[in-house]
Every structure is written in structure tokens, then in C-alpha cells.
């Protein structure tokens, strides 16, 4: 089969395996049952939290990292809503590299403490996801230092294309083939790399984004064919909340995603807690926007195999149990 026309590259997909530690690979998948009274659909989990630093980002970082250290570059600066952060000061330790994570100083602070932790330099900006950005790319040219950039770096989306790898993967299905995969949307890494997979081995499978209403830039931009930014971003799904749009990835994602759809707060809410309810999982908003998806369209997908990929788990608790409660879920 012919491969999409994007930046990414198939064979270099199957050769990253190599670089990532194991314990971020072969990722728990299965068919979620308790949850299908309440989509109507069959349902399916990647879960991409259950490792050191709880998202699927740290696929990309061991490749970025693994880079820099083969080539004697010793330090790296990059802007972070938080996992991404998490994911590059883990890779980095391991290889003894200096890494600097520029974050909003609003950045959920669950995900700033890990970040530390981890042995990181953490700089704060008084402004949003944006602006960190345009930090992280001074420091790199005031030091003259690697400065990673999720989703424009290749890296960061062929890392993340594992992921559909073990989709495919006929060993690790539990239920038939996915007729639909469903892939939070922010930066872009996640739906490009995985979208690129898919497409390249299994073009039948329909591949759709999802982002929040608060900060659909990269949507409106889908549909639009080109760059849309937007002035501010208004949601709880703090990893996917950009304004910016990258040109590079809007053109990947064109070539890969069949559609990219918003949903609102009240779905991602009730999708965390059909999660926790039903699948015994906390997870952060941005890990919810799949769900949210089909109970905003439960028609759309009625009869289908829908896959999701829950994509993060670092939400501060005490922000959890304010938006998840108590309520019940029953019918939602």
C-alpha cells in the first residue's frame, strides 16, 4: 500500500521501537463492554497511562532524546503544557542530558511537581501555551541549545505512531478490526503519526480528531485547509488547548484524518466519568475527548468498533473530583 504524503516516514515508524524503552510499548488494548450501553457502540482502549510519566509522550521523547545523545548534544529547552515536559526530563535523565521545560505558570501543578522531579530546570511564564513557546525558542537560540518542539519535530510524531502499530498489531486485538479510531487533537503529533500508521496499512480504518470547542484552532484549520489561530482558548483539556497551529503538521494531518469534530466541557466531563465509572480509570481531559466524541454523535458511530486512545492520566485530583463529582452516569 501506497503511504500518505507526509512528513513522516513508515519504515522509520517500525525502526523507533528500537529507541523507546519498553515499558512505553505494547500498551494495554481491549474491548471496554461496560461502557458500550452508554455509546451505543462497541469500544475499544488503548491506554498509554500506565507507565513513569502517564501519557503516551514519552514515545516521542525517547527518540528525541536517544538522538541527542548519539550526537554528543548535551542540553535541550522546550515549551510543555506539562506532559511533554514529564516525558523529555525522564527521557533525558536517563541519558544524563541537561533539559529546560518552559510551561505556563497557570500549567496544571500536578504535572509542574513531576516535572521537577524529575531533575528538569522549570521556568514559568506569566501567559498561556503560546508565549512558553516563544520562550523555549529564545533560550535555544540565546544558548545555542537543541530546542524541541512537539509535533513539529518528527520525532515526537513518529513516536507516537507506535501507537497504531499495536493497533494493527492482530496479537494484541481482543475484538474485530476497528472501523473507526478516534485521537485527541492538539498539537498534532498523536493524529499524525497514528493517522499516517493507519492509512498506510489499514486505509479503510476512518480516522477522526477530536478537540474541544474551547481551542479549536487545528479544527477550524482542518476544514478550512489552512492556518486558523485563535485569540485565546477557553477549556479544561489543558494538553490540547493551543492557539497556534504549526503549517507542517496541518498539511500531515490533512493527508491522514478523514474528519476532526469539537466537542464541548460537558461531554469531556461526562467522558471521564463514564471512564472512571466503567473502566476504573482517572484520567485528564484530554484522555476523554474520544468519548466525548460519541456521546455527542451516538448515531454516527451506532454498529461500529470505535477505538480511543486515552492519552493521559496527569490531572491534579482535588480539579478531578470538582469536575467528576459524585453524579451519576447512568444514561449519560
Not at 256 to 285: C, F, K, N, W, Y
Request: glycine share 8%.
Amino acid at each position: 500500500m501506497q503511504e500518505p504524503r507526509t512528513r513522516l516516514d513508515l519504515a522509520r515508524i517500525r525502526a523507533a521501537r528500537s529507541f523507546i524503552d519498553p515499558m512505553f510499548l505494547d500498551t494495554p488494548l481491549y474491548r471496554c463492554e461496560a461502557l458500550e450501553p452508554d455509546l451505543g457502540c462497541a469500544v475499544s482502549i488503548k491506554l498509554e497511562t500506565v507507565n513513569p510519566v502517564r501519557s503516551f509522550k514519552a514515545r516521542g521523547t525517547e527518540l528525541v532524546a536517544s538522538q541527542l545523545a548519539a550526537n554528543g548534544t548535551r542540553a535541550a529547552v522546550c515549551a510543555s503544557a506539562g506532559n511533554l515536559g514529564q516525558a523529555l526530563a525522564w527521557s533525558a535523565r536517563a541519558r544524563s542530558l541537561d533539559v529546560t521545560v518552559i510551561a505556563s505558570r497557570h500549567a496544571t501543578r500536578t504535572k509542574l511537581d513531576r516535572i521537577r522531579a524529575l531533575g528538569a530546570k522549570l521556568e514559568l511564564v506569566d501567559g498561556d501555551h503560546e508565549l512558553a513557546r516563544e520562550r523555549a525558542a529564545a533560550i535555544a537560540r540565546q544558548d545555542g541549545i537543541r530546542l524541541v518542539e512537539d509535533s513539529l519535530d518528527i520525532e515526537t510524531c513518529e513516536g507516537a505512531a507506535t501507537i497504531a502499530l499495536e493497533l494493527l498489531d492482530p496479537a494484541e486485538a481482543s475484538a474485530p478490526p476497528f472501523d473507526t479510531i478516534l485521537i485527541a487533537l492538539g498539537g498534532g503529533a498523536l493524529a499524525t503519526g497514528v493517522g499516517h500508521v493507519l492509512k498506510s496499512l489499514n486505509p479503510t480504518v476512518e480516522v477522526i480528531c477530536v478537540q474541544p470547542l474551547g481551542a479549536p484552532a487545528l479544527t477550524r484549520s482542518f476544514h478550512q485547509r489552512r492556518v486558523v489561530t485563535t485569540a485565546t482558548t477557553n477549556t479544561i483539556a489543558d494538553g490540547v488547548a493551543g492557539r497556534i497551529p504549526i503549517p507542517p503538521v496541518l498539511n500531515d494531518l490533512l493527508e491522514v484524518a478523514d474528519d476532526a469534530v469539537l466537542v464541548q466541557e460537558s461531554s469531556i466531563i461526562t467522558g471521564m466519568r463514564l471512564l472512571l465509572a466503567h473502566a476504573g480509570l482517572v484520567v485528564e481531559p484530554s484522555a476523554a475527548l474520544g468519548i466525548a466524541a460519541i456521546l455527542e454523535d451516538r448515531e454516527r458511530f451506532a454498529g461500529r468498533h470505535v477505538g480511543t486512545v486515552v492519552c493521559g492520566s496527569n490531572v491534579d485530583v482535588d480539579a478531578y473530583w470538582r469536575w467528576v463529582g459524585t453524579a451519576s452516569v447512568g444514561g449519560s
